[in-house]
């Protein structure tokens, strides 16, 4: 059975929301590194009851713990007793430790007030982390609680200073070693892939594969939602990468399989990637004209992308109003209605900055009469997109979405129709 981890933040900095808790972010994917699962991340204060009690429950459901933070000299530094006073050992001091701290101290030519001492207070049993740099030492201890079921679990707790450059070289040099050489672990690590999907709702999805989202699968695959993009990340332990792609393809095959179109990429690529690699792909290029409440589809192709490697994208612009049209349409393909503003601001946008593809984007603030229908921001988004030999297309799509998210949802959607028309869809 792989080892699961809790990882424990410490400060009231912390559980005010005054400091944002990193540590726990890369002690997560360091243990991931090493094959070990993380369970629980918990964020306490400075106070040694909670501590304490924090630390019991830890150890009751976890192989390992890791805590950062509350190894410092002053009053409210609690870790070194709570971890003493949780598993009923006491404080014994360690000279070695005491040692390191004085000559850290004359090295920077201070004198060492008394209240460092506390720094070299161990509980029993407890083995000294180095810390090269720093005057907080860490702890690692071994302890044999009772599980939820009332059973002997034996736990690991590893104590480590909250600065982060402290806390990762003790985790590198220390922390990491000592579980890879006295516990047998890195033989396989976490390895993770992700399918982005756009057009489609969460609980649609669920519906979708509910055999493929089970806790108890092996790969587990979970749903993460950001910014309207879906993302099924597929996770696994495995020796390396190439035994984790062969392992989880048969789930790959299933979630593309059922979802198709709607996929836009695997990886970490977001729809504006996309778009500039197919524009690459082609060897064409882009021209795009927005016309509304703000330029949304400008920014995400902007977005990380140096002006100097824009290659595929000519022009972009944003009219806060529909510009004037030009009344020439000896262009236009035969059939084709006069009377369709985005199609001429497309073909306008085409024909002045000579690109293969123009898309003009109508992007109106929300409609109030579909917003009251649907309690949330709506409107009709029109995207025309004119490609090779002046092929038109328009498409119309109704779009509602959370306030803070509207804008972006608007832009994915005109994105994802360029996307599918890009790929011949």
């Not at 927005?290 to 000519?314: A, F, I, R, T």
Request: charged share 20%; net charge negative; proline share 6%.
């Amino acid at each position: 059975m792989a080892m699961k981890a809790e990882i424990i933040s410490v400060g009231d900095e912390l559980t005010s929301g005054q400091r944002l808790d990193t540590n726990s972010q890369i002690i997560s994917r360091r243990l991931g590194d090493l094959g070990i699962g993380v369970g629980h991340h918990t964020t306490v204060g400075d106070d040694l009851a909670d501590n304490i009690a924090a630390f019991r429950i830890a150890a009751s459901r976890s192989d390992i713990v890791i805590i950062s933070g509350g190894l410092g000299p002053t009053a409210d530094d609690l870790t070194r007793e709570a971890m003493a006073a949780a598993f009923g050992h006491s404080l014994e001091f360690r000279p070695e430790a005491m040692e390191h701290i004085e000559n850290l101290f004359k090295s920077r030519s201070r004198t060492m007030p008394e209240r460092n001492r506390v720094q070299a207070m161990f509980p029993q049993t407890s083995r000294i982390i180095p810390n090269p740099h720093g005057t907080a030492p860490g702890v690692d201890l071994e302890v044999l609680v009772k599980d939820p079921q009332n059973l002997d679990h034996p736990s690991r707790l590893f104590a480590l200073p909250g600065v982060p450059a402290e806390m990762i070289q003790m985790l590198s040099q220390t922390v990491e070693p000592r579980l890879i050489e006295e516990l047998g672990l890195g033989q396989q690590r976490c390895f993770f892939h992700s399918i982005k999907l756009f057009g489609i709702g969460e609980s649609d999805v669920e519906q979708v594969i509910p055999d493929l989202i089970s806790r108890e699968r092996i790969p587990r695959v979970g749903i993460t939602v950001s910014k309207a993009t879906i993302t099924l990340r597929i996770a696994a332990l495995a020796a390396s990468e190439e035994a984790f792609q062969s392992f989880i393809q048969p789930t790959v095959t299933q979630i593309r399989e059922a979802f198709g179109e709607v996929i836009f990429a695997e990886g970490e690529l977001e729809l504006q990637d996309v778009i500039h690699e197919l524009l690459d792909r082609k060897q064409c290029t882009l021209s795009v004209v927005e016309v509304g409440s703000g330029c949304w589809v400008g920014q995400m192709l902007s977005q990380g992308v140096e002006p100097s490697n824009l290659e595929g994208l000519k022009h972009l612009a944003w009219h806060p109003e529909l510009p004037p049209l030009s009344t020439t349409r000896s262009d236009a393909n035969p059939g084709e209605s006069n009377s369709c503003p985005w199609i001429d601001l497309a073909l306008q946008s085409q024909q002045r900055h000579q690109t293969d593809y123009a898309m003009a984007v109508g992007v109106y603030p929300p409609n109030s009469s579909l917003a009251r229908e649907s309690a949330l921001p709506s409107t009709e988004l029109q995207v025309a997109i004119i490609g090779p030999g002046k092929k038109a297309t328009l498409k119309t799509k109704l779009v509602s979405g959370h306030p803070e998210l509207f804008y972006q949802r608007l832009a994915k959607t005109a994105l994802d129709l360029l996307r599918k028309e890009l790929l011949g869809e």
